[in-house]
């Protein structure tokens, strides 16, 4: 089989989940050995590096490091692109894809860092794109994502009937992105003062793909996922929003396998730390 290339982006205080994805896609391949994980780090601490890492000795995937902190055109893009809490710049790294990568990547599917996967990856990269440019699930919230505040903050940029993807799971197709110029795009919607308004990243993936994205089965993006939604056996679970499963909200979806996977020795110390964050940024405010 050929290699299964998977990119994800995170700064390192996202590097722990970034480990619980990985290791989530080796668990569920049946080509561990195709498996090349593209890592987008910024900031990432050696300590953590190391940790990432050990996914290659447990399983026989191979890693790609890319340091954005380091990347100049990274640098220049970010730069003119608005961010706010509780986000970072690290969520720009997927407009940039085509630059990131090695001219060797055909084809690849992007995942956020909150994300656990329980079905083969090798079964959504061999979707047939059918001539789209990439692959999404549609975003159940939409709506609000779209047109804001009473359906009407954002009436002159989308309708309410206009299809809206989420861009936590991505499959793309490299040649047709890369002629999709994303980033300069994505600059100009800034320049015209719509990334302010709306998702960020994804208001501009959704601008720039608008007729050019196949709808996904939704269970290659389950968002928000419950416990109750464990019996409809989701592929890929995203927990959008503040339930996350190493966090002190209970009833997200496989809470207990998601700590498995992370690994009890990894989960514990990174929950202290995303508390303790969390209780710095409060007494900040």
């Not at 994980?37 to 026989?60: C, K, V, W």
């Not at 009833?251 to 929950?271: D, E, K, Q, S």
Request: proline fraction near 6%; aromatic fraction near 10%; glycine fraction near 4%.
């Amino acid at each position: 089989m050929t290699e299964l290339h998977v990119a994800l982006s995170f700064d390192d205080g996202f590097w722990a989940p970034a480990y619980a994805v990985m290791r989530s896609i080796c668990l569920a391949s049946h080509h561990r050995g195709d498996l090349v994980f593209h890592l987008f780090e910024d900031a990432l601490e050696p300590a953590h590096r190391a940790e990432l890492d050990s996914i290659a000795t447990e399983f026989p995937a191979r890693l790609v490091h890319v340091d954005l902190g380091a990347n100049a055109r990274f640098a220049e893009l970010t730069a003119a692109l608005p961010v706010a809490r509780p986000f970072s710049r690290v969520i720009y790294a997927r407009l940039m894809l085509d630059a990131l990568l090695p001219p060797d990547v055909e084809r690849l599917v992007y995942l956020d860092c909150d994300t656990l996967v329980l079905a083969p990856i090798e079964q959504l990269i061999e979707t047939d794109l059918g001539g789209k440019s990439i692959g999404a699930v549609s975003d159940p919230y939409r709506h609000m994502h779209m047109l804001g505040r009473d359906l009407r903050a954002n009436a002159d940029v989308f309708d309410f009937t206009t299809p809206y993807f989420n861009s936590g799971v991505l499959l793309i197709d490299r040649a047709a992105f890369a002629r999709a110029d994303v980033p300069s795009r994505t600059r100009d919607l800034a320049q015209k003062g719509l990334l302010q308004r709306l998702q960020y990243d994804q208001a501009a993936l959704n601008l720039i793909f608008a007729d050019d994205w196949l709808a996904l089965d939704p269970r290659w993006n389950f968002i928000a996922p419950l416990a109750a939604h464990e019996a409809l056996e989701p592929f890929v679970l995203h927990y959008a929003g503040p339930r996350k499963p190493w966090g002190l909200l209970p009833g997200a979806a496989h809470r207990r396998l998601y700590r498995h996977v992370m690994t009890n020795r990894l989960f514990y110390p990174f929950r202290r730390a995303q508390m303790w964050r969390a209780l710095r940024s409060v007494g900040r405010r």
